[in-house]
């Protein structure tokens, strides 16, 4: 059982910056891809970023268009916490931002290929 616990969220204005800290409890993080997520009220939960290592490469980062440039992945197994700088914030990254881990294969831009939750941190971006 993995548990996942996200801090740092928070209200602040549009063009900020805010960094996201997710802590897994667990022996084995570093074999686990990591994903950022968010859901706004009234929308479906959706990806954000994923870390996750490469077939031999180092930890590769990939994110969704609409954070692509603005938000930064990150991930320190050493103390089992990964990160997400979100810079250049706009009104509509508002929502609940959850950490999510998968232990098994995919491309992990799915919700449904994530088996650990986190219970999710509130950012909200004033315009």
């Known amino acids: 059982q993995v548990q996942l616990v996200e801090s740092g969220g928070g209200l602040v204005q549009a063009g900020g910056s805010l960094r996201l800290s997710c802590i897994a409890s667990g022996r084995t993080f570093s074999s686990y891809a990591m994903g950022w997520f968010r859901q706004a009220p009234g929308r479906e939960r959706e990806f954000g970023a994923t870390?996750?290592?490469?077939?031999?490469?180092?930890?590769?980062?990939d994110y969704a268009d609409s954070v692509k440039g603005r938000f930064s992945i990150s991930r320190d197994n050493a103390k089992n916490t990964v990160y997400l700088q979100m810079n250049r914030l706009k009104a509509e990254d508002t929502a609940v931002y959850y950490c999510?881990?998968?232990?098994?294969?995919?491309?992990?831009?799915?919700?449904?290929?994530?088996?650990?939750w986190g219970q999710g941190t509130q950012v909200t971006v004033s315009s």
């Open positions: 999510a881990a998968a232990t098994g294969s995919g491309n992990y831009y799915s919700p449904h290929e994530y088996d650990y």
């Open positions: 870390t996750r290592w490469g077939g031999g490469r180092p930890y590769y980062a």
